[in-house]
């Protein structure tokens, strides 16, 4: 496989907020307005994992394992989203994370020459990389740097990794260019009236 950005459903999904488990949860846009999920599918959520070099070949969920890995995505979601403003995360959510993180994950093993990495249930362990790194999103030492997009369409959470720790947008290239143009276009109407 060429490189995973030259993936035409690389561009689709957002790779930029910051953390793993946060790009997961980016997999729903535009939560503000009108959601629109982009794991679909068991192949889309296969094609994510890859993409997201959390496997490197396609894995094939069961219903159960899909539903699973649907439903820890609105768990981190919705723990992120509490932690962001500064609300206790709900204990369902929690302990949902916290059972995705126990899985074992894939090991290395030597085959004909190569690694290959190789798990008894290569979806649970898939699953439990990402929910380790929502453990450490949500209950690590920098919860302050978690936030939301400003933009109220979108409500993408990300981790601010800026120096000044002051980060509005998702991305300043998508929101926070909305914002700019809207306040532009605003200034000229009120312009035009005066």
């Known amino acids: 496989m060429g490189r995973r950005q030259d993936h035409p459903k690389y561009k689709e999904f957002r ?8 790009n997961y949860v980016a ?16 192949e889309a959520l296969s094609e994510w994992l890859v993409l997201a070099g959390v496997n490197r070949s ?23 989203n509490a932690t962001a403003l500064g609300i206790p995360p709900l204990f369902s959510d929690i302990e949902r994370i916290n059972r995705h993180a126990a899985h074992p994950n894939a090991a290395p093993q030597l085959s004909s ?3 290959v990495w190789a798990a008894p249930r290569p979806v649970a362990a898939a699953l439990a990389d990402i929910a380790r790194d929502a453990v450490f999103v949500i209950g690590g030492g920098e919860t302050d740097r978690l936030r939301m997009c ?4 979108c409500r993408m959470l990300f981790f ?6 002051r980060r509005r ?3 300043m290239s998508i929101c926070g260019n909305r914002e700019k143009v809207a306040l532009h276009r605003q200034r000229g109407q009120e312009d035009s009236t005066v």
């Open 113 to 115: 020459g190569s690694i």
């Open 160 to 165: 601010d990794s800026s120096p000044a720790n």
């Open 150 to 153: 400003d933009e109220k369409g």
């Open 27 to 42: 997999t729903v846009r535009h939560r503000g307005s009108e959601p629109r999920d982009l794991l679909a599918t068991p």
């Open 169 to 171: 947008w998702c991305s």
């Open 58 to 80: 396609p894995i094939h969920p069961s219903p159960e394992e899909y539903r699973n890995a649907l439903l820890l995505r609105e768990a981190i979601h919705d723990a992120a």
């Open 15 to 22: 790779f930029d907020a910051g953390s793993l488990a946060l």
